[in-house]
């Protein structure tokens, strides 16, 4: 797996490990309700510009390189929005983020940023991955509309529930950093 990250992979990394890394004395309850003594801040890690810029560079590489072609690039809001944003930055691509709640108002949607058509290649990412059940939910609003989901790239992946939940789906999944990546124990399907 090694030869196939980018070139950009590495200052990612030491990003995501150095900002986003931190491991806990006491456990915490991720959300996918298991336990953890490793927390990551995806948010963190891509605090500034420069920093986004870096990772979104990584993302946009990956996606290159393991064939993902894509008009926009979204997610589940808040930990997709950063990343979202950069990558669309960086590729010259349309954003969108999907909310958690129907808009009550105006055009009453879903989907903010970009409208998202029928037949639009849409790439999903999100900050961090434990199960992949916060990307399915964006998933389902996307295709709802019409969009064809070309991939999946988290810019860390917990474990290896994701990878599964999306090839039964047949969508191409690749994240950026892994549980491997870091040497933390992955999270378990529940």
């Known amino acids: 797996m090694f030869s196939d990250r980018p070139n ?5 990394f030491d990003l995501i490990r150095t900002r986003g890394y931190e491991r806990r004395e006491e456990p915490f309850t991720l959300a996918s309700g298991q ?3 490793d927390y990551i801040d995806g948010k963190y890690a891509v605090d500034t510009g420069e920093r986004l810029s870096i990772v979104s560079r990584a993302v946009a590489d990956l996606a290159e390189r393991t064939g993902i072609e894509f008009d926009a690039v979204g997610g589940l809001t808040m930990g997709a929005d950063p990343l979202a944003h950069g990558v669309a930055m960086v590729t010259g691509k349309a954003w969108f983020s999907v909310r958690k709640e129907q808009k009550n108002r105006g055009r009453e949607q879903w989907i903010e940023g970009t ?3 029928s037949g639009t290649r849409v790439l999903l990412v999100d900050d961090v991955i434990s199960t992949g059940g916060s990307t399915e939910i964006a998933f389902d609003r996307v295709t709802a509309v019409g969009a ?3 991939g999946v790239i988290p810019m860390v992946d917990r474990g290896d529930v994701a990878a599964g939940r999306f090839a039964k789906r ?3 999944f690749a994240a950026l ?3 491997r990546d870091l040497g933390i124990e992955p999270v378990k399907d529940v």
């Not at 950009?8 to 990612?12: L, N």
């Open 8 to 12: 950009t992979w590495q200052a990612a």
């Open 35 to 37: 336990l953890s003594h």
């Open 115 to 117: 409208r998202i058509e």
């Open 148 to 150: 064809v989901v070309t």
């Open 170 to 172: 047949g969508v191409p």
């Open 177 to 179: 950093v892994t549980y």
